[in-house]
């Protein structure tokens, strides 16, 4: 099966950590990070970081995604939206996002807002790029055909024009979640008090090594899950589309 | 004099302008009874699908007025329904949306509008293929669903540029009947663009040939015989006789531009 | 004249933000005039404070990148011609690629120290999923045409993977390069942030806990045109080195 070579990748990490050539102070053995991972879960502990983590990525990408795709569309159609909007998305785009988490801090405190807002920065240019090109790109006898039966210019935007850009906008989305957990754990790490990244950080720092590996592992795995749900449920929604994955 | 049904005066389109301008059409003078079905015809270039646009509305002419029941004609609208080449079909919606798509934006009462989709569904003979999007169904059964998305919207005229050019001949044989059929049934205005000078003669009423770039009419040819749905119409010598003088007359243009 | 009006925009934002900031409409001690930011900006260059965290941060960056092309071409190459590699490695990029590289860096401190090699190895980590993964997918979709061509001209196995397999595949691996440099540069900054010392980096974070606002924000501006300047210079680079490729492979 697929996961065959993670499985044999796993034992052989078990089996030098037994037969001590991994010495214990470098990394722990799988068995021990795997019961930190366990106590984590049974203690509930790891549930309450989850999520505190995922309210705030969360936020931060639904404020992105629901603003970034009307702003996309928009500037698609309306020129001087374009030409007003897009050199300051420029601006933005060469800056580093979580290099601006320091700012939004000293600016908007430490709390949940200044991270939900760095985050919702670093999604919004990724949607609002695909939505761009996936609003500017509907094919005009699409437009036309819409027109010839009746859609009013307004009407336009949301009944064909946004459908029919869904796919590019999918593609931006999907960017999103991945921009969305990097930032989240870089503004846990710099400063919090809850979340997975303040666990590892603060895990790290003590030296709980299997601790903090354990949930490292915990954030691979939702990641990886978050991105297969969502692509499961691209697939559904969107099943009039040839989709090629 | 009162106005035909759908009027086309001293119309022009010229694409650019200056040194650069192309002209596409010039000086079109057009009248159209209702419930004729008129096709044009003539040689690659000569603007018939840009005449369609402009009755469409898609398109503004550089000169000339075009009048649809005696009300001049300024953008798109149900009242002039079209049907494109391919890729029409809007491609998230199934079959009935996308039959359904124009009552929706008529705001048509729910059952109503499922009973005119449901109609319009078995008038096309696509029943059993409701809830396919239109990438499960074949070229032929694509055009069915367009022409059935514009019928259900009751145009006063319908336009269509050259719907069956991207089908294989068997499925246009079969296409062509069943827009005979619905015409037969409805007797409903159209205009209708093809390059084929058979298709044209099996279906059009009157026949328009248009000249080379930039495109006038240049001929009108009226069939005096009916083309019945099934019909063999090769065997009938009226009809090769009409086809032969009518691709005469295109081909001398299509000379035209070659010489 | 397009040239003003595209930059139009630009100009307002930062002239409001000047006037905003100068009439004490929000926090100068957080957002500085723009004006003030600049004249600090040139003071460093002046005084001499800016070259090391810059030179810091560059070299790991282009470090960290350097490794994971030089690692992740090969590797990628071979796993989209060889079934083995493929099915030994495919899993584990995949599974590997949402997982935020950045949560390790605790790890990695652990591992490599405060200084530049974790920074390095982080990057290096981080760069080399999009290399080996656009390598991958690069080398997968080749025509067969191409290397059936050169296999009845005798060329090996080994030897097909570079003379032709390569080239052809370096549309998709530049694509991964574009998308590499700018993770290089986003990683240093993080590493430098997050786990001290030196760099552009830790000037900033440096700058904000002393409260000098100014510098931090000159250093925000340096780490945004270094990450455009080698974005860019990537860019241009793909002109020269691609000449030759007409795109339909």
Known sequence: MRLLPLFIIVAAWQAASSAGWLPKALLPSFWEVASALGALVSSGEIFRHTASSFARAGAGFAIAVIGGIALGIVMARVKAVQRAVEPVLLLIYPVPKPALIPLFMIWLGIGDVSKVTVIALACLLPVVVASFNGARSVDDVLLWSARARGTSEHRLLWRVVLPAALPQIAAGVRTAIAIAIIVLVSSEFISAETGLGYLIFSYGGVGADDAMLAVVIWLGALGYLLDRLYLAGLRRAMSWHAFAH | MPDAYLELRAV??????????????????????????????????????????????????????????????????????????????????????????????????????????????????????????????????????????????????????????ALDAQTRRILQDEVRRIWQRDRRTVLFVTHDVEEAVALGTRIVVMSARPGRVKQIFTRGFDVAVGDEFEANPAFTDLKLRIWRSVKEEVDAVRA | MPLLIRIAPVALVLAAWELVSRAALVNPHVFPPVSEIALRWVALFVDGRIYLPLWETVWRALAGFAVAVAIGVPLGLLMGRVRAAEWFFEPLFSFGFPLPKIALIPLYVHWFGLFSLSKVMLISTDCLFPMVLFTYHGARGLSPVYLWSAQSRGTGRVRMLWRVVLPLSAASIYDGIQVAIVVAVLVAVVSEMVSGSTGLG????????????????????????????????????????????????
């Open chain 2, 12 to 165: 022009a389109m010229q694409y650019g302008s200056g040194a650069q301008a192309v002209a596409a059409l010039q000086a079109i003078d057009l009248a159209i009874e209702e419930r004729e079905f008129v096709t044009i015809v003539g040689p690659s270039g000569c603007g018939k699908s840009t005449l369609l646009y402009l009755v469409g509305g898609f398109l503004r002419p550089t000169a000339g007025t075009l009048g649809l029941r005696g009300r001049p004609i300024t953008g798109p609208g149900p009242d002039r329904g079209i049907v494109f080449q391919r890729y029409s079909l809007f491609p998230w919606l199934t079959v009935r949306g996308n039959i359904g798509y124009g009552l929706d934006e008529k705001a048509v009462p729910r059952r109503e509008r499922d009973r005119i989709v449901d109609e319009h569904v078995r008038l096309v003979h696509l029943e059993g293929f409701e809830e396919r999007y239109p990438r499960e169904l074949s070229g032929g059964m694509q055009q069915r669903v367009a022409l059935a998305q514009t019928l259900a919207c009751q145009p006063d005229i319908l336009l269509m540029d050259e719907p069956f050019g």
């Open chain 3, 202 to 249: 830790q000037l900033m974070i440096r700058s904000y806990r002393f409260g000098d606002v100014r510098t931090a924000f000159a250093a925000l501006v340096t780490i945004s045109l270094v990450g455009y300047a080698l974005y860019s210079a990537v860019q241009w680079l793909r002109g020269r080195l691609l000449f030759w490729h007409t795109g339909d492979v």
